[in-house]
């Protein structure tokens, strides 16, 4: 199993930008995907990014262009910076990871992200 504690949500207006972090601990040699996700108000969580052990990358067509995932692995970290933030990419994000064969499938907490017009 692993943990992911994410960081740097807020408050943008509309045009603006953020980068959020997900520090990864635990069983990191086990992971084999690992994403970003959104819940908007009433919604249900769909993904944004995922990059895979091989770095693959596949990101949703509403952020395509303006939103780009990484990783830092020497940091155990997974970010997503986020341009050209847009009212409706208004949603708490939350970090995932997924192991090998699907042996686990690990959430953090979740960040704040509001986008005002």
């Known amino acids: 199993q692993v943990q992911l504690v994410e960081s740097g949500g807020g408050l943008v207006q509309a045009g603006g930008s953020l980068r959020l972090s997900c520090v990864v601990s635990?069983?990191?040699?086990?992971?084999?995907?690992m994403g970003w996700y959104c819940q908007g108000p009433g919604k249900q969580r769909d993904p944004v990014a995922t990059?895979?052990?091989?770095?693959?990358?596949n990101y949703a067509d509403s952020v395509k262009g303006r939103f780009t995932i990484s990783r830092d692995n020497a940091k155990n970290t997974v970010y997503l910076q986020m341009n050209g933030l847009k009212p409706e990419d208004t949603a708490v994000y939350y970090c995932?990871?997924?192991?090998?064969?699907?042996?686990?499938?690990?959430w953090g907490q979740g960040t704040q992200v509001t986008v005002s017009s």
């Open positions: 995932h990871a997924r192991g090998y064969l699907r042996a686990f499938t690990s």
């Open positions: 635990g069983s990191i040699d086990s992971i084999n995907v």
């Open positions: 990059i895979t052990s091989d770095s693959s990358i």
